[in-house]
């Protein structure tokens, strides 16, 4: 393992830091400076307004708030719809349809001029779980603009966040990180406890200038920043403390907030088993020793932050059970939370519309299917759920051709092998030549999958009368070659 002061050298240099590198780096703020003048990365980035006013963004984020305006109106407000261009919309969403060039003009014009702001807070309570939580939210057409700007932002951050958060991230979430955490145990049976906590109100506790100072050491476009610091000071503008919870910039920036501390758990005090969902932190460790001292730690670095820990904070086996995601896992299974199962049930003994059934079946399908929950599955449900190889289904790709596994091979280089032929496909068209059979077959000695082409009438023939045999694939064969006129090869099976 280097120094300090050659990793330094090396970054200086150009050169990319090994793991090995990474945990020389006793000092976080160190390691971060390190990671900052990457060029590779090239952070703090500038001029980003051109890729976020991009009218595939600005229209993919306006789709995406009136799909979201959909899901949130009463079974009422979808009844009373309105048809515009053939599709149905609420009467909401169609005023916003109805005005959707001036909109999109005039979300690429504020962002683009640094104008754009949030202008205005609704807070209302929703439910989360067995919570009832006050969120704050955007007028639409804000919530459409910070829409476009985020999906890029979080899009060009998301590489500075450790690989085990989940929070915001597209291609990362809850359901990734359970199994992470599942995949963990599975290859080290001696992580047999965990610690698992979050912070005391923590969006609430963010602290402006932490967080603004944060974000500009990640983005330095001069138009875009003061749109970002309206972002993080759009609930309390005249206060230092506290982001909304609603708007779609917190969930990102709030995981951004803790990557620090993130980076100084597991790079300076080697919690090499970190997980985090948001403010919701999971350690697992070999020993509850190990896991006090961690804890410990964490309490550290959380102080640095302004951030206060739960009391409900907990150190157990995994074996009792670690409610986590959505799950309670115990190492070598998991069953879905209780709360989830009851939810799911008794929404399911009052529907009586069959489409709104099928949706809360689906719905409940897609947790159950990540954990040990076929039966209680059934119970609910009436269903059976099916493993993906019973179902029967294949992929056809468009142009009918059939898709062989393993790298092309020369006949030269397979022949005087014992080989097994489990298919082919016919009217191939190479840079060789046209009309060529290519066939898959798997090495015995070896177990590799392969493939090769061939133009022999021999084998071609020989192929399509084994294809007319019941039963006739896989066949085993070995390929040989002989010599004629002088100096011609031909491949035969034999």
Known sequence: ME????????????????????????????????????????????????EIIAEDNIISSFNRVIKNLRQSATDAEK?????????????????????????????????????????????????????????QA????????????????????????????????KGRGPHGLFHEIQDAIKVNPNLKYYYQTDYQGYYDNIIHDRMITVIERYISDPVLLPILHNFVKALHPDGDVGISKGLRSSQFFGNLYLNDLDHAMIEKHGAAYYFRFCDDTFILAESKKELWRLRECLHEESAKLGLTIKSSERIAPISAGMDALGYVNFGDYARIRRRTKQNAA??????????????????????ACHADCKYIF???????????????????????????????????????????????EVGMNTSQGDDRYLVSFKDKATGEWGKFFTASEEMKNILDQISDIEDGFPFETTIVSEIFDGNKQKFSFT
């Open 3 to 50: 120094s300090r002061k050659n990793i330094i050298t090396k970054r200086g240099e150009g050169q990319c830091l090994s793991p090995q590198d990474r945990k020389a780096v006793t000092d976080i703020a160190t390691f971060m400076e390190l990671t900052e003048d990457c060029p590779s990365v090239n952070y703090p980035l500038c001029n980003l307004i051109p």
């Open 79 to 135: 009844k009373d719809c309105v048809v515009i261009d053939g599709n149905e919309y609420t009467r909401r969403q169609a005023r916003y349809i109805r005005q959707k060039d001036a909109i999109v003009a005039y979300l690429k014009q504020s962002i683009k001029s640094g104008d754009f702001r949030i202008s205005k807070l609704t807070s209302f309570a929703t439910k989360d779980g067995p919570k009832m939580r006050i969120v």
């Open 138 to 169: 955007p007028i639409v057409v804000e919530r459409m603009g910070s829409n476009s700007i985020m999906e890029v932002i979080e899009k060009r951050l998301a590489p500075v966040l450790i690989k085990s958060t989940a929070a915001s991230i």
């Open 346 to 367: 008794r929404k399911l003994a009052k529907i009586k519309s069959r489409k709104r059934r099928q949706e809360i079946i689906g719905s409940f399908k897609g947790m």
């Open 378 to 424: 059934h119970l609910i449900t009436g269903k059976r759920m099916k493993k993906f190889s019973e179902l029967g289904v294949t992929y056809t790709p468009a142009d009918g051709k059939k898709r062989f596994p393993g790298k092309v091979m020369r006949l030269g280089a397979i022949q005087n092998k014992a080989l097994e032929i489990h298919d082919y």
